[in-house]
């Protein structure tokens, strides 16, 4: 007997709760695209940020005075967040999307933000002087966010 008391102490339990693993989360083609829209959407705010700094940057190398400055600013920053703002707003919306967050309206928002680039993409590759690259380059940006926007809209679940 005694050493049946002995082995008990010696038996007991080492963890306090059962040992599991942890859970990886998928991934799914959604969440991979939301990411890539997120990427793109993030890069062209960027990029539209950087020009309208640069096209300001040349205002200061010709005009010194500072009412001159403060319009050239007004200028760039004022047409540069035409583009930038709704790529950032995009790429805000497309990160809330990939967390599950995203609702219709925000899709909505997305959509709206993005169809008047379309049309002034448009306008770039049939009418302006700029070179047709950069035409064709923001048309195919700005369908391909339009495009995601307008399948993630239909997917969700209606209110």
Do not use: H
């Amino acid at each position: 007997m005694e050493n049946v008391s002995q082995n008990t102490d010696i038996v007991r339990p080492i963890a306090t709760r059962a040992f599991t693993a942890p859970v990886q989360k998928y991934r799914s083609l959604e969440r991979d695209v939301d990411g890539l829209v997120f990427i793109i959407a993030a890069a062209c705010a960027c990029l539209s940020f950087g020009l309208a700094a640069y096209f300001f940057y040349g205002f200061t190398q010709t005009d010194q005075g500072f009412w001159t400055l403060a319009s050239a600013f007004g200028v760039c920053f004022g047409v540069g967040i035409l583009a930038f703002g709704p790529c950032f707003l995009t790429a805000r919306l497309a990160l809330k999307s990939r967390k599950g967050l995203a609702g219709r309206r925000d899709m909505a928002l997305a959509l709206l933000l993005m169809l008047p680039w379309v049309c002034v993409s448009l306008i770039f590759v049939g009418f302006s002087a700029l070179p047709k690259l950069f035409g064709t380059f923001s048309l195919f940006i700005s369908v391909s966010l339009c495009f995601w926007a307008y399948s993630r809209l239909r997917r969700l679940p209606k209110d």
